[in-house]
């Protein structure tokens, strides 16, 4: 059974580079087994743990608990070191973390500088809750002018304006109409 999460590992591989779940027989050529039996009797075991799923036509599929990730038992710290545990007692998907209302979320690459003082940097990814109502202090996707802009709202003399988090940029004060798109919820941003 501990060998499993390897096996596990290898199809998660599998499937972000293909984009789609290995047939029995490429489970047998990926992981070594001898016998389709051997592949059945591991996808039975993921399909009870909820890693995998089959389609009407009895493809596989991922299952509920295939994209969840290790989540370590410590935070790291971002000041001085802290003594190392390798050990993980619990798992979380991405989704579970960043995003309540699925059909009400978008992902949205950031062009731009103008939030860099706010850690978002150019080609970062920020996930957006659709909404039209936003408090002061949120960052936000509005709309000004029939223009997208991502900005933290703010408040000048009971009129709503759009804060950079750059100081080579304006405060937008909007003349004609202010709309919220979205309120940002999260970013994440790919290194190297």
């Known amino acids: 059974m501990s060998d499993d999460a390897e096996y596990l590992g290898v199809l998660q591989d599998y499937y972000a580079s293909q984009r789609v779940m290995p047939s029995f027989a ?14 059945a009797a591991l996808v039975a075991r993921l399909k009870l743990q909820g890693y995998l799923d089959a389609t009407e036509t009895g493809r596989l599929k991922p299952g509920k608990r295939f994209f969840e990730r290790l989540l370590a038992d410590d935070a790291v710290r971002a000041g001085m070191p802290s003594p190392a545990h390798n050990g993980s007692a619990d798992s979380l998907t991405i989704d579970e ?17 103008s939030m860099i003082d706010a850690g978002i940097l150019p080609d970062d990814v920020v996930v957006v809750e659709k909404r039209q109502l936003a408090s002061v202090g949120d960052i936000v996707v509005a709309i000004v002018d029939g223009e997208f802009t991502l900005k933290t709202l703010g408040r000048e003399k009971g009129q ?23 309120v940002v919820v999260g970013q994440f941003r790919k290194y190297g």
């Open 26 to 39: 490429k489970i047998c050529q990926l992981l070594n087994f001898s016998s389709r039996a051997s592949a």
């Open 160 to 182: 709503f304006v759009l804060y950079p988090a750059n100081k080579a940029y304006p405060v937008i004060r909007p003349e004609g109409q202010l709309e919220i798109f979205g």
């Open 97 to 113: 973390y960043l995003v309540d209302q699925p059909s009400k979320t978008l992902l949205i690459p950031v062009k731009g500088d």
